[in-house]
């Protein structure tokens, strides 16, 4: 009837008047089939009316945003009741999980409102300040061990529990990814400063404790990875205690040809690594930039961190790599030619150990310039 309304507004009358009736000569029409229909034919009659209320209600457009970030804080509030052996909060943390998919952005926010981050976790970062009356460990925790096995720190999509750090992790990675290296700073700047020197978390938040789960619960970069994501994630790395990071980000930088970035990760890495690591970083960033066709440009940038054991030999190691399929000519571009390569080889010649000097300026002459 509700697709016809003059019909369901003829019916509704016909029946309002007919319990009119009823009630006003109920002694008269009172039979056992009307006993049994009066009453089902008032409640319709209710949800008639509520139906043309709802009709007639103007619709006002509803901002979810302050209640989503207050439902947030509100949870995270309750989350600090938890211990590792109870959890109150089992329901709404499956909440706060749902608002983190449907409304990401206003949880991120409601989670920086209940952290006291009134503009960007750098700035408190440097203030070196941090909420006391807020219970970090318990915060900044993991799921109890039997919650979430021990054995991985990225839960699957389907479990409602996230941990808040890895959450967080999350929304910054996704929406605010300059913002994802100060936010484990920080992580760890308060956990130690509310615990001090407590010896029962000191081999458990070692230096690189927060950026390796934060490493374990974001993707790897991809080829529809922002730059920012992937600077994000290269300085994660680098920060971590994992083996050979410095390689290890230096290669998703040069992958995805950020050259300067990748240039300037050398810089701040260089000083700090053993020599064969320094050869290794050095040789895969001449590889790269030449396959990349920006050699020329850069060239003398990479050249200013030439490692002490790179010697000619893997400088024509990389010219291999960039043989032309028309010839036998050994330049990493067209545009740098050999008179432009020159001036380098004569600076690892004049590296080279003196009865070494020969036999490798032969193994050039036959290689490249023959």
Same mark, same amino acid.
């Given at each position: 009837m509700s697709q016809y309304? +003059?019909? $369901?507004? /003829?019916? +509704?009358?016909?029946?309002?008047?007919? %319990?009119h009736r009823y009630h006003d000569n109920e002694a008269i029409l009172q039979t056992p089939l009307n006993a049994q229909t009066v009453p089902l034919l008032e409640h319709y009659l209710e949800l008639s009316q509520e139906y043309e209320s709802l009709l007639t209600t103007p619709i006002i457009p509803i901002d979810h945003t302050p209640s989503v970030r207050k439902r947030v804080k509100e949870i995270l509030e309750l989350s600090q009741q938890s211990t590792l052996s109870t959890d109150p909060t089992t329901s709404v943390r499956a909440e706060l999980h749902s608002l983190s998919i449907s409304n990401p952005t206003e949880t991120l926010q409601g989670i920086k409102d209940f952290m006291r981050i009134e503009d960007s976790f750098s700035e408190v970062l440097q203030s070196n300040q941090y909420c006391s009356d807020i219970n970090w460990k318990n915060l900044l925790a993991t799921e109890a061990a039997d919650r979430v096995a021990q054995t991985t720190l990225k839960p699957s999509i389907q479990t409602a529990r996230v941990p808040v750090f890895e959450l967080t992790c999350n929304l910054l990675y996704d929406f605010e990814p300059n913002?994802? %290296? !100060?936010? *484990?700073? /920080?992580? !760890?700047? +308060?956990?130690?400063?509310? $615990? @001090? *020197?407590?010896?029962?978390?000191t081999r458990r938040l070692r230096? @690189?404790?927060?950026?390796?789960?934060? &490493?374990?619960?974001?993707s790897p970069p991809t080829s529809t990875s922002t730059t920012n994501q992937i600077k994000a994630y290269c300085q994660l790395v680098l920060s971590s205690d994992y083996p050979n990071v410095e390689l290890q980000a230096l290669t998703i930088l040069l992958d995805n040809e950020l050259w300067v970035d990748a240039i300037h990760v050398m810089k701040q890495v260089f000083s700090q690594i053993s020599p064969p690591l320094q050869c290794a970083l050095f040789h895969r960033a001449l590889i790269h930039f030449s396959k990349g066709d920006v050699l020329q440009t850069h060239l003398h940038q990479i050249w200013e961190l030439l490692p002490d054991t790179f010697n000619v030999l893997d400088f024509v190691?990389? %010219?291999?790599?960039?043989?032309?399929?028309?010839?036998?000519?050994? *330049?990493?571009?067209?545009?740098?030619? *050999?008179?432009?390569?020159?001036?380098? &080889?004569?600076? %690892?010649?004049?590296?080279? $150990?003196? $009865?070494?000097?020969?036999?490798?300026?032969?193994? &050039?002459a036959q290689n490249q310039f023959q």
């Open positions: 309304p +003059v019909c $369901h507004k /003829y019916l +509704v009358d016909q029946l309002t008047e007919f %319990l913002e994802l %290296l !100060h936010f *484990v700073a /920080y992580a !760890h700047l +308060v956990r130690d400063l509310q $615990h @001090g *020197v407590d010896i029962t978390f230096k @690189g404790y927060f950026y390796q789960r934060a &490493i374990n619960c974001i190691s990389v %010219l291999k790599t960039m043989k032309t399929q028309e010839d036998d000519v050994y *330049v990493p571009e067209r545009r740098l030619s *050999v008179n432009e390569l020159t001036p380098y &080889i004569l600076q %690892l010649l004049s590296q080279t $150990h003196p $009865h070494n000097k020969q036999k490798e300026s032969e193994e &050039i």
